[in-house]
């Protein structure tokens, strides 16, 4: 991480914790937005003004990529990965994308010399500043589906003014029991905050299996963000979260229609393209803390990488 602009060589993956051992989040940092000026600008620029700086490994980052694809934002906002393994300077750019930067976190002081804490992804960059406009991915989930609504060319609203209550209440259910609620598992480092995280996993996961026993999308009749919010966890836990944070109750493939909402989704290109096994994997095992040898494990064999393609 950084302090006061310095990368600390003594980085290690590992987020603060409370007393009891508790997983704690940092709060992000840049939380600025597009305004509709610059949204103008967009329109007629020949080349997109903005990146999105992201990991395939990263649940958060891959909420903004499907967001973007799904509204059909491609030409507007570019993108930039990293490599799935997170190495002692943080996220390496990938190849092709290190024209500015070796390392993610030079963005974060090429935006304040004098910053303090963790290099993150996804962040959304300014071209022409070279700045990080924001790196919160629910403010950025919320910058493609409202500060750019004129430039979908998909013509689908992620956040409906009259479902925008249900959305938050059920973004709030699953936020802290399951999308946080993994990590809160794997990053435990006391019994106690573990058999918490883990039970709030469990309990979340019956309460959806008994709510897609009704429905097709996780609010409303339409995909929403909620959807998005909800996939990105499904989709990383089999992969990852059951062996390597000790999820391990059950699989995702063992619910019946939390896997037919999860194949329902894949089915949808804007999922499925956005969905990397190889990085998933790579990227979760490498953490070092959590499995110091780095190896990777061969399987699982998922019935839904039929979605995948040559991508897998
Ligand atoms: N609040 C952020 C969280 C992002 C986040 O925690 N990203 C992780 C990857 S999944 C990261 O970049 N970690 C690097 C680090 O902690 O140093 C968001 O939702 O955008």
Known sequence: MLVNGIWQDKWQPVQKQDEQGRFLRQTSSFRERISAEQVNCMAVSTEPLYTLYVAYICPWATRTLIARSLLGLEEYIAVKWVEPALTDYGWKLADGANDI?????????QTDSEFSGRATVPV???NHKGQIINNESADILDILNTDLESLKQHKLDLKPTELSEEISWFNERIYHSFNNGVYRAGFATSQQAYCEAYEDVFETLEWLEERFSKRVYAVGKHITESDIRLFVTLVRFDLA???LFKTNKKRISDYPNISAYL????????FSMNTRVDHIKQGYYSIKQLNPNGI?????ELSWFKYLGERK
Do not use: C, F, K, Q
């Open 101 to 109: 930067a070796t390392y993610m976190h030079e963005l974060y002081t």
């Open 124 to 126: 959304i960059w300014d």
């Open 296 to 300: 990777v494990p061969e399987g699982p």
């Open 241 to 243: 979260y059951y062996g």
């Open 263 to 270: 194949n329902r989704l894949l089915s949808i290109p804007a």
